[in-house]
């Protein structure tokens, strides 16, 4: 059988030098995450295993909650749209939080058909552990940096965040 030939690629933009190597340091975060690096340093420095999908769902819910501004608790969708995963996937890690002790299933001050989540005091401390410890990783992979470098970095790179979410697929939606 004969190799298939890949079709002709269309023209494809001209790639700015430092934007490309932006893209090539995002591309090594990626797959640093993937790896799931920061799962393997926060179990070294907890002693003992943590399943980063809790926090992940922890997180989002503590993302939207403010001490005393009385905010909706999340839904299984909000935690969805914020881990960016499908609802079935949602609800399944969701699901998982709660039999772990870190979230709380409660009808809505609103409309008492609709369940939200609220973190119990167990999902609030693994929120600002690994909150902490990410931190300090992140710390120390800026430990030769100067106050000035880090500032400059933590404001460029909101504002690229930023960005993204403005030319993202739901930037208009």
Known sequence: MAARVPPEPP????????VGAV???????????????FARVLAERLGASVDLTHAWVVEAIA??????????PA???????????DPSRASR?????????YVARVATATDGRRIG?????????????????RAAWLGEAMAGWS?????RFA????????????VGPDANG
């Not at 893209?23 to 690096?37: G, H, K, L, P």
């Not at 890690?93 to 002790?101: K, N, P, R, T």
């Not at 401390?125 to 410890?133: G, N, P």
């Not at 106050?147 to 500032?151: K, L, P, Q, S, T």
Request: proline residues 3%.
């Open 23 to 37: 893209e090539r340091a995002m591309v090594r975060i990626r797959r640093n995450m993937a790896r799931r690096t």
């Open 147 to 151: 106050a000035e470098e880090r500032r």
């Open 75 to 85: 839904t299984v969708g909000v935690v969805g749209e914020r881990l960016a995963i």
């Open 63 to 72: 993302e939207g909650e403010e001490p005393g501004d009385g905010s909706v």
């Open 11 to 18: 023209d494809l933009p001209a790639i700015d030098p430092d």
């Open 93 to 101: 890690v969701v699901a998982a939080a709660v039999a772990a002790g």
């Open 117 to 133: 989540l609220v973190l119990t005091a167990a999902g609030r401390s693994l929120a600002e552990t690994t909150r902490a410890y």
């Open 155 to 166: 404001e460029l790179f909101g504002r690229f965040v930023d960005g993204l979410a403005q």
